[in-house]
Every structure is written in structure tokens, then in C-alpha cells.
């Protein structure tokens, strides 16, 4: 169960907004967190605190298929984006780095900034504790929900990697 | 089936694929730069593998922020050159590096046919040659370069078809930032987006690149076109390895069929900070610059240079206004340099690099201060892309690029060519 505080973010949220390319000659994450959303909201460094949730509108994450973006956003202790939709490359990033995402309109449409959240991930559950409502997700399709559950792509290539090795075994 | 869909089927070894199917396919070239490269190898790391699955295909180029602006990225650049050598991969040292979308198909290293991912969201540049060729993230990269193979949702297929007679300074460039101003930047969102019609039947490869370049900017997964005599006549001298070529289904099914009158497209401009908003060159008003860049993975070929050369010769780079003019890679460099593009270039004020991304991600070499103003012929103008956050950029082709270098502002090239 997660749960957090809301920065609430509008459309087409880029990468460049996430992470600019000016701080993209370090890869690591901790260092990449110092301007995490800076070009959109300054003070989100300073705002942010672990658990929190990142709520946003349509088309979040478009832009470059830097990974440094939910790599950037998940080191700075978000647990959790929802949004309308999200910028293809960016879900996949997430999902491959082990950083949920829900697609939910209606908990979109319904949640301010500084709401609280609470989210079931495993039913895709979002309830909105301060307006005391709930939402569900679309539930992800089989083949993400097994990479979820691997705990990302690196885990799922090293399951793969290994009933390779033991099929050519066999 | 669509193209999309034609080649993803055989590189998943199936019949048929279905929009929205995962799948896991083969991968014909992986690819990564000096910013994506360091995480991928880091990843790659974590699989606990001490070769990766065929070296021959991974390719690092490192372009971003080379020649290295400052130690950190040196230290990346040298992190991804150690795993290159170490490897045996393929790798391009500054001199015979270029921008990665620009070197590779010039190379012969994207093919018709081709599966490509890369670590770079306008891998989908390759698109012009009628591969699938995709953006993706380092893990992603990481995984492929251990397996040899990719996993992908199928997309449904976008088609895009152009007809009538294109206007002058009207290029690939006006096409893909009209239909983007049209459909929106997420209007191809998890889409292939497939460009077809007479007008495309007549467009170089040049301007198809800087069309397929940009589906990105549409959301979309990736961008098409169907192979023609043009195609295998550029691709023939540069492949060093077998492809196969694919083309649509006359059946085939698409998700929306868009047609465009090319004949009412102007030379189109988009305005800060959305590719979206694309307007008629003739509609942006009294826009005063403080640099014009001309290079870039979008136009930054031979092409794009002759035009923006034929604007500026005999001109001078309006004062106060810094001109930077970036060939795509060694070869167009060279190639400028022997038709007497660079002199034109440089008596008229402009300064001409390195091929390099530099400026069009904010790196280094022609970063913007604060309330300054960009026009430029590269691919995004979000807020801080070239710099401040308080700066601005349009993005044009290189026609309407050399005209506003020479008058200072946004000006339509028909004003300086009567
Ligand atoms: S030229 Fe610009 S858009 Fe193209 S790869 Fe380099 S940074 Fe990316």
C-alpha cells in the first residue's frame, strides 16, 4: 500500500521539463534528483518527501527517451505517477526501472494538489483520502503485470537468461 | 498487414501480429550515445554477463556532449568507449563520429527491413529507409544487448498520405511540423506512423529523414516509409550486410487515414514550446533572434546545407545575430566542404562545427541566456531545451533558418530570394 502527498502536474509534462539535458553529463541518480522538475516547478526539490505522488493530465513523460527522467523521479522518493496517459518510452522506462504507474482519468479529474493518496497496487485501487473518494486503474495487461512482478526488466532478462541456460542444458 | 506490423511479424518469427500483441523480437542494430550508454552499461552490469549477445550489432556513438565539454562528460564518454573496446562493439572516436542519426544510415548500418532500438528517443529517424526503428530506454538497451531480442506492444498503424504539388521551400520539414501542428504531440501517441503519397513518391531521403526523425514528436513509436527506387539507390553503396525489403499490404489495416493538400502547406514555423504550434512562416509576425542553429539529426544533411547556402551567398549574418552551422557528420561536413558550402558559411559570418548535438539540447557550443531567442532547424522547442528556461526557440527548416540569419528575424526565404 502506498501513500502520499500530490504535486499535481497539467499535459505533455517532457522529459526536458523532468530532467534537463543541461545536468545529463552524471547518470547517477542521486545526482540527477538535485533538479528533478526543475524547468516546470521550481520548488518541487524542496517540496517533495518520500512516498509522495506525481498526478498529471495527458502525455506525461513525451519527449527524449532519457531514463534518467523516472530515474531522476523515483530517487527523489515519488512512489507512484498517475496520469490521464503517458508518453510511450517514458512508461516503459518506468515499468522497467520499477516505477508504478496508473493510467486513471478519473482520479485525474478529481484530485488537487496536496490531496492524499492511498494506492493498492496490486488491484490498481486509488483512493483519495482527503476527498474521500475512490478511483481504479486500467489494469495493466498480463505481460507488464509478470515484468512488475519479476521486479522489473533487468530481473525478467535474468530469469530469461537462466531457463535459456537451462533449456541448452536439458 | 501494415509496414510496421510486416516487419515486426518476421522478427518475431510469427504469421501475423495484431495491433496491441506483445511480442518479443530480434533486434538488427542496437544503439546508444554518451548520455544513454553509461546507465545501459551499468544495467548491463547488474546481469551479471561477461559478453554481450553479438557485438557486431551494438553500436555507441558518442554525440551529445562531444568534443567532451567538461570532465563529467569525458568521464561518460570514457565509461562507454572502455565497454565498446572491451566488448568489441561498434564505436565512433571524434573524427569519425557524427550525429547518430545522421552516421548510421549514411553508413549502411540501418537497413530497409531492420528492427533498430536505440537509446535515443529519434532512433525512429531510420524510419526513412523503411526499418522499424525505435526509441527506447537504457534498460531496455541493457537487456537487448544481453538477449539479442526486445519485447514490444504491436502499434496500430497511423497512415499519412500527402498529394498535390509541394510549394517552394516547402520540404520534409514543413510536411512533419504541419502534420504535428495538425494532429497534436501526442496524435500518434503508441503509434507507427506510415507516410505515403506522391508528395512523399518525390521527396528526397534527405527530407524523409527529417520527416521519419520527427514522429517522435508525435507521439508516435515509430515512422515509415515504404521502399522505393530512391531508397535502395542511397541504401545499395552502403549496406555491408543482407536486408530484406517490406512493403505494406494493399489490405492492410490502418487505425486513421489522414490526407494533406501539400499545395496549401506554407513553410511552417513552430512556436515556443510545443512542436504543436506550428504556424505559416507568413503568420509569425515581427520575431526579432539572437542565433540561428542549422544542423541537427533533422537537418543537419547535405541537403539542408545547399539550401541554407544558396540563401546566404552573397548575404551577410545579420550583426548582433550568431549564426552556428552544424554538418550532421564527417561526410556532410566534407562533402560541404568540397562544393564551397563552409565558405559561404564562414564569409558570411556564420561559424560552422564540429558535427556535434551540442546547442540542441542545451549542452554546449551555442547555449541560450536568459530571455534570448533561438530559431532553429532541430526537432524540440520545449521550455529550456537550448538553455535558460527563460529563453525561447522556434524551430523551422533550413530555408526559412538562412533567411531570418541574414534579417535578424523570423523572415519567410521568399523575402531574400525574389
Ligand atoms: S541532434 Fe538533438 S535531437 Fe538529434 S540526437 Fe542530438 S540531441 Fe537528440
Redesign the pocket.
Known amino acids: 500500500m502506498l501513500k502520499g502527498r500530490v504535486h499535481k502536474y497539467g499535459a505533455d509534462v517532457n522529459t526536458d521539463a523532468i530532467i534537463p539535458?543541461r545536468y545529463l553529463n552524471v547518470s547517477e541518480p542521486a545526482q540527477l534528483t538535485r533538479h528533478c522538475m526543475e524547468d516546470i516547478d521550481r520548488d518541487f526539490v524542496k517540496k517533495v518527501k518520500a512516498g509522495d505522488i506525481i498526478v498529471a493530465t495527458t502525455n506525461f513523460g513525451c519527449g527524449?527517451s532519457r531514463e534518467h527522467a523516472p530515474l531522476a523521479i523515483k530517487a527523489s522518493g515519488v512512489s507512484c505517477i498517475i496520469a490521464q496517459s503517458f508518453a510511450r518510452i517514458f512508461f516503459r522506462n518506468a515499468i522497467n526501472i520499477g516505477l508504478p504507474l496508473l493510467e486513471c482519468a478519473e482520479a485525474v479529474a478529481n484530485t488537487g494538489a496536496g490531496d492524499i493518496l492511498e494506492i493498492d497496487l496490486s488491484g490498481g485501487k486509488i483512493k483519495n483520502l482527503t476527498k474521500n473518494m475512490s478511483f481504479t486503474a486500467t489494469p495493466y495487461p498480463d505481460f507488464m503485470a509478470e515484468l512488475i512482478s519479476a521486479g522489473g526488466l533487468i530481473e525478467f532478462t535474468r530469469k530469461r537468461l537462466a531457463s535459456r541456460r537451462h533449456q541448452s542444458e536439458v | 498487414m501494415t509496414l510496421a506490423e510486416k516487419i515486426l511479424s518476421a522478427h518475431a518469427n510469427q504469421k501475423q501480429v495484431m495491433p496491441g500483441e506483445f511480442i518479443t523480437v530480434r533486434v538488427d542494430l542496437i544503439l546508444a550515445?554518451d548520455i544513454t550508454a553509461p546507465i545501459a552499461i551499468r544495467e548491463f552490469g547488474q546481469l551479471g554477463l561477461e559478453r554481450v549477445f553479438d557485438p557486431q550489432k551494438i553500436v555507441f556513438v558518442p554525440?551529445?556532449f562531444t568534443p567532451a565539454k567538461d570532465i563529467a562528460s569525458a568521464e561518460q564518454v570514457k565509461l562507454t568507449q572502455q565497454f565498446a573496446r572491451e566488448q568489441g562493439t561498434g564505436y565512433f572516436e571524434l573524427g569519425q563520429m557524427g550525429?547518430?542519426?545522421v552516421l548510421l544510415p549514411e553508413l549502411g548500418m540501418v537497413l530497409p527491413g531492420d528492427v533498430v532500438i536505440g537509446a535515443?528517443?529519434?532512433t525512429c529517424?531510420g524510419g526513412a529507409l523503411g526499418a522499424f526503428a525505435t526509441g527506447m530506454g537504457s534498460t531496455d538497451i541493457a537487456a537487448a544487448m544481453a538477449t539479442g531480442d526486445i519485447w514490444m506492444k504491436v502499434p496500430p498503424t497511423l497512415k499519412f498520405v500527402y498529394r498535390g504539388n509541394i510549394k517552394k521551400w516547402v520540404g520534409g520539414k514543413d510536411l512533419i511540423l504541419y502534420t504535428i501542428g495538425d494532429i497534436g504531440v501526442d496524435g500518434a501517441l503508441y503509434s507507427a506512423m506510415e507516410f505515403s503519397g506522391p508528395v512523399i513518391d518525390r521527396l528526397s531521403m534527405d527530407g524523409r529523414f527529417t520527416m521519419a526523425?520527427m514522429a517522435i514528436e508525435a507521439g508516435a513509436k515509430a515512422g515509415l516509409f515504404p521502399v522505393d527506387a530512391k531508397t535502395i539507390d542511397y541504401v545499395k553503396p552502403r549496406a555491408r550486410r543482407a536486408y530484406k525489403v517490406y512493403q505494406p499490404d494493399n489490405d492492410a489495416e490502418y487505425a486513421r487515414v489522414m490526407e494533406y493538400d501539400a499545395a496549401k502547406i506554407e513553410p511552417q514555423v513552430s512556436l515556443p514550446h510545443s512542436p504543436a504550434n506550428a504556424k505559416p512562416v507568413s503568420q509569425v509576425g515581427d520575431i526579432k533572434i539572437d542565433q540561428v542553429l542549422i544542423?541537427?539529426?533533422?537537418n543537419?544533411r547535405l541537403e539542408d546545407l545547399r539550401i541554407a547556402a544558396g540563401i546566404i551567398k552573397g548575404s551577410k549574418i545579420h550583426p548582433g545575430i550568431r549564426c552556428i552551422i552544424i554538418p550532421?557528420s564527417q561526410q556532410v561536413y566534407l562533402d560541404a566542404l568540397k562544393e564551397g558550402l563552409m565558405e559561404i558559411f564562414v564569409s558570411a559570418g556564420a561559424v560552422v562545427t564540429t558535427p556535434?548535438?551540442?546547442p540542441?539540447?542545451g549542452?554546449h557550443m551555442g547555449v541560450l541566456a536568459d530571455g534570448e531567442c533561438c530559431l532553429a532547424t532541430?526537432?524540440?522547442n520545449f521550455v529550456g531545451r537550448m538553455g535558460s528556461p527563460e529563453s525561447e526557440v522556434y524551430l523551422a527548416n533550413p530555408a526559412v533558418a538562412a533567411a531570418s540569419a541574414i534579417t535578424g528575424k523570423i523572415t519567410s526565404p521568399e523575402e531574400i530570394i525574389k
Open positions: 539535458a527524449s | 550515445n554525440d551529445h550525429i547518430e542519426h535515443d528517443s529519434h529517424t526523425n544542423g541537427s539529426c533533422t543537419g550532421g556535434t548535438c551540442g540542441c539540447l549542452g532541430t526537432n524540440r
